[in-house]
C-alpha cells in the first residue's frame, strides 16, 4: 500500500470546478460509511473546504483515488485529471503537514486549516475509515503543525484586517480583557474583527447597525463567546464614550463619526485611551481625531501597509518552515521503514532459528543411530550455511540484474568486519 494525497486547490483549479467536487458533512459521511465496507479504497480521509478538495488516503493505485473524486461528483475523470495533483509517500506526508501548517493556505499561515483537518480526520475515524497507520500519519502532521507554530514566525504576524484590529487592540491596551469594542456596521470586514477580538477574550461588544436584522445575526454568532450588546444607529454618539476600541465600515457617503463627538466621549471617559479605526472608504470618522490627546486613530492604509510588512515576515519565515516540515517527513517516512523492516528481520531471524532446529534434530537423529559424529557435524554445517544464506544469495544475483552495485559495496564491507580477526588478510577486490 501506497500513502498519496491526491486533490484540487486555489493553485490548480477555478472556483467553479472546486464547488463540483466540494463535500459537505453530511454528505462526506454518507459517503465515507459506504466505503467503509468496500475491499478497496477504505483507508481514508477527505479534507474539503472552500479552497481545497484533497484525499488522504493508503491505496494500491492513484487512479482510484481520481476515480473515486470524480464519480461522486459526476465530473468525467479526463476533465478532472488536468487539474489535480497526487502526492505519493513522502512527498504526501510533506504535503499534508504544509496543509495543516497553513504553508499552502491561500493565505499564507492561517490558522484555521488546522481545525479543518482534524475535523476531516474525526469525520472520517466516526465512519470506520482510518487505519492506525493513516491515524499515525495525521498525528504527526498535527505534531508537525504545532511545531511550525510555536518555533517559526509563519502566523505570528496580522495578514488580515479584522486580526490586525485585534493585534493594535492588544499593543495599545495592556488589559484586554477588560475592554469594550464597539463595531459600526456589522458587515464582513467588522465581522471579523469582532471575532477576532472575541476571540483575545475582550469583556464586552457593542454593535451598531443600521438594520437590526444584520446586528442580531452578529450577535447570534458571538453569543457564548463574549457579551454582546445591540446599539440603535441613531444612539451612536450617546454611546461612544463606552467603547475602548472602535472600529467602523459603514459605507456610507458621509462621516458617521465627527470629531466633536469623540472629543465629547473622551471627556466622558476621563481621557482615558481610545483606539479608532477606520475601514470605510469613504472614510467613517473624522481624521481630526488624530490630534486629541489619547486617540489612535488607524485607517486602511495604515492597517494595508503593516499588513503587507507582516506578510513578507511570514514569507520569509515560511522558509524556514520549508525546511522544519521536510525533516519531519523524512524523520515519518524512516521511522516507518525501520518499524517495516524490523518485522522483515524479525521473521527472517524467526525462519533461520527453524532452520536451525531442523537441522539440528535431524543431525542428533543421525549420531543417536550410530553414525560418524563429525561427518555428521560437517553435513549439518554445510546445510545449514546453504540454506541460510540462499535468500542473500538470490537477492545478490538480482542486484546484479538490477545493476545496483551498493548491494556489493555493503557486503564486502560486511564480509571484512567479520574476517578482521588477526588471521584473515584476505581482501574482496
Known amino acids: 500500500m501506497t500513502f498519496f494525497a491526491l486533490g484540487v486547490n486555489h493553485h490548480t483549479a477555478t472556483v467553479e470546478l472546486r464547488e463540483r467536487i466540494a463535500f459537505n458533512a453530511d454528505r462526506l459521511s454518507e459517503l465515507l460509511l459506504v466505503q467503509s465496507t468496500q475491499d478497496q479504497l477504505n483507508d481514508l480521509v477527505v479534507v474539503s473546504t472552500c479552497n481545497r478538495t484533497e484525499i488522504y488516503a493508503n491505496a494500491h493505485s ?34 499534508l503537514m504544509r496543509v495543516s501548517s497553513g504553508l499552502d493556505s491561500l493565505m499564507l499561515g492561517e490558522p484555521q486549516i488546522l481545525g479543518q483537518v482534524k475535523s476531516a480526520l474525526s469525520l472520517a475515524k466516526d465512519q470506520g475509515t482510518v487505519s492506525s497507520s493513516l491515524n499515525r500519519i495525521f498525528d504527526y502532521a498535527f505534531y508537525a503543525a504545532k511545531r511550525v507554530r510555536s518555533e517559526t514566525a509563519v502566523g505570528s504576524h496580522a495578514v488580515s484586517m479584522g486580526y490586525a484590529v485585534a493585534q493594535l487592540a492588544h499593543q495599545v491596551f495592556s488589559h484586554p480583557e477588560k475592554l469594550v469594542l464597539l463595531v459600526v456596521a456589522a458587515g464582513e470586514m467588522n465581522t471579523l474583527v469582532a471575532k477576532h477580538m472575541a476571540d483575545m477574550g475582550v469583556a464586552k461588544i457593542l454593535i451598531c447597525n443600521r438594520g437590526p436584522e444584520r446586528a442580531q445575526q452578529l450577535a447570534t454568532e458571538l453569543a457564548g463567546s463574549v457579551d454582546v450588546e445591540i446599539i440603535p444607529f441613531a444612539e451612536l454618539e450617546q454611546h461612544l464614550h463606552r467603547a475602548d476600541v472602535i472600529s467602523s465600515c459603514t459605507g456610507s457617503l458621509h462621516q458617521v463619526i465627527d470629531f466633536k463627538s469623540v472629543k465629547s466621549a473622551l471627556k466622558r471617559r476621563r481621557y482615558q485611551q481610545m483606539l479608532l479605526v477606520d475601514l470605510a472608504v469613504p472614510r467613517d470618522i473624522d481624521p481630526k481625531v488624530d490630534v486629541l490627546d489619547g486617540v489612535y486613530l ?51 531471524r524467526d525462519a533461520g532459528h527453524h532452520i536451525q532446529q531442523k537441522e539440528l534434530a535431524l543431525a542428533l537423529k543421525q549420531i543417536e543411530s550410530g553414525e560418524d559424529a563429525a561427518e555428521v557435524m560437517q553435513v549439518f554445517a554445510h546445510r545449514l550455511t546453504n540454506k541460510l544464506l540462499h535468500p542473500t544469495s538470490i537477492l545478490l544475483r538480482e542486484a546484479v540484474k538490477e545493476d545496483e552495485p551498493e548491494y556489493f559495496e555493503w557486503l564486502k564491507m560486511h564480509l571484512q568486519h567479520i574476517l578482521r580477526d588477526g588471521r584473515s588478510h584476505k581482501h574482496f577486490d
Open 62 to 95: 492513484e487512479q482510484a483515488l481520481l476515480d473515486w473524486l470524480a464519480n461522486t461528483n459526476g465530473v468525467a475523470t479526463s476533465e478532472l485529471s488536468k487539474h489535480v495533483y497526487c502526492h505519493e509517500d513522502i512527498q504526501a506526508v510533506s504535503h
Open 298 to 348: 488607524y485607517g486602511v492604509d495604515d492597517l494595508q501597509t503593516v499588513i503587507d510588512e507582516n506578510l513578507a515576515q511570514r514569507r520569509q519565515a515560511a522558509v524556514e518552515a520549508e525546511v522544519m516540515v521536510n525533516q519531519l517527513a523524512m524523520q515519518l517516512v524512516s521511522h516507518q521503514k525501520l518499524k517495516h523492516a524490523g518485522g522483515v528481520i524479525g521473521a527472517y
